[in-house]
């Protein structure tokens, strides 16, 4: 396979020409439809079947309670988590899908009028728009109108990937969440492992180191990312295990909300919070991330930055929280550190 010079023309010329459907892939970067949490069960049954066979992901990275909701996916693909959204968010939200590989959107939007028929939607919730999550101004994406971003392993693929996250935290809604499945390393791998299109295009070459990430997060504003799922990632080729096996990789699965009352540590208010059970898919409890379940009915402490998180985003209509900010009790436990690799206690047999 002869190399291209530039990162983002080989990512097109692999997930363009050379894989045609999941099975073409080298590796077990990509997950199940099995894997997919309470609130997506049953949806994968009614995706076009030409969609699922073009899809690459890591995860599952939908969140739930999106009802009327603006979502923007970035590396949307041939549009599998686009149209879970559509389901998720209704008739009156409305799901971007951003990608910049040709084949891959033909297929997405040829398939658009047959979806929205099998939701039985009088009007398309979707659109597609080709261009590059780097620059989601170009495609019109404009300051605070998308109430969740979602992506599913892609960020990993783009050579600029703080230049993303600061367009994601600029088209953010004040309030609005970050929540993203991607392939992360244990150590920062060898630049020159960008320039093979297969460790590339399979996600492993452009993995994300975590106290890197970690770092890029908090410079441009997110002060609390929380982990809510980790998988090891079994690379599965003897071959690519040669020329990459010096590191350990995992799928995660990353939120983060764009609010300014976050602390970079968890502070005591005294606060409760409280689960309503109201959220579709999860009446008995709730989980925000791999160290806060919430039973529903049981109120339990939060530390000011989950109290936020669940008071002053669209969480709120489903959580019940008492108290504020006008006394401190010093610092919260609150279970592990922050960031993805917050606790490798949490684990699950597949991908997130």
Request: aromatic letters at 8%; a negative charge; charged letters at 25%.
């Amino acid at each position: 396979m002869a190399i291209l010079d530039d990162p983002l023309e080989r990512v097109r010329e692999y997930y363009g020409k050379i894989l045609q459907r999941s099975s073409d892939l080298k590796t077990s970067v990509c997950c199940p439809a099995e894997s997919m949490p309470p609130h997506l069960y049953g949806l994968i049954d009614d995706i076009e079947p030409e969609v699922l066979e073009r899809f690459y992901g890591c995860g599952a990275p939908i969140p739930f309670a999106l009802e009327g909701c603006t979502v923007l996916d970035l590396g949307c693909g041939a549009g599998r988590d686009v149209y879970l959204a559509s389901r998720l968010v209704g008739e009156n939200g409305h799901v971007i899908g951003v990608d910049m590989t040709e084949e891959q959107l033909e297929v997405a939007e040829r398939c658009l009028i047959s979806q929205m028929r099998r939701y039985g939607y009088a009007h398309p919730n979707v659109e597609f728009r080709r261009g590059f999550m780097e620059d989601l101004a170009n495609v019109g994406i404009e300051d605070g109108s998308v109430d969740v971003v979602i992506s599913d392993c892609v960020i990993n693929l783009s050579p600029e990937k703080e230049r993303v996250f600061a367009e994601i935290f600029r088209v953010l809604k004040p309030g609005g969440e970050l929540y993203f499945s991607d392939v992360f390393a244990d150590r920062r791998l060898p630049a020159h492992l960008m320039t093979d299109s297969v460790l590339h295009g399979e996600c492993l070459a452009g993995a994300m180191y975590e106290e890197d990430f970690r770092r890029v997060m908090h410079r441009l504003g997110y002060a609390d990312v929380r982990s809510v799922c980790r998988s090891p990632i079994r690379i599965g080729s003897a071959e690519i295990e040669r020329r990459i096996g010096m590191a350990r990789f995992s799928s995660i699965t990353v939120r983060a909300f764009k609010l300014d009352t976050l602390e970079d540590r968890c502070e005591d208010y005294g606060q409760m919070a409280t689960y309503l059970g109201t959220i579709c898919g999860y009446p008995h409890r709730m989980r925000l991330d791999d160290h806060h379940e919430f039973e529903t009915g049981s109120a339990i402490r939060v530390c000011g930055n989950t109290a936020a998180m669940l008071a002053d985003t669209r969480l709120s209509a489903h959580f019940r929280v008492q108290g504020d900010r006008s006394a401190h009790f010093g610092r919260f436990d609150c279970g592990p550190g922050q960031g993805p690799q917050a606790d490798d206690r949490v684990q699950s047999a597949g991908c997130c």
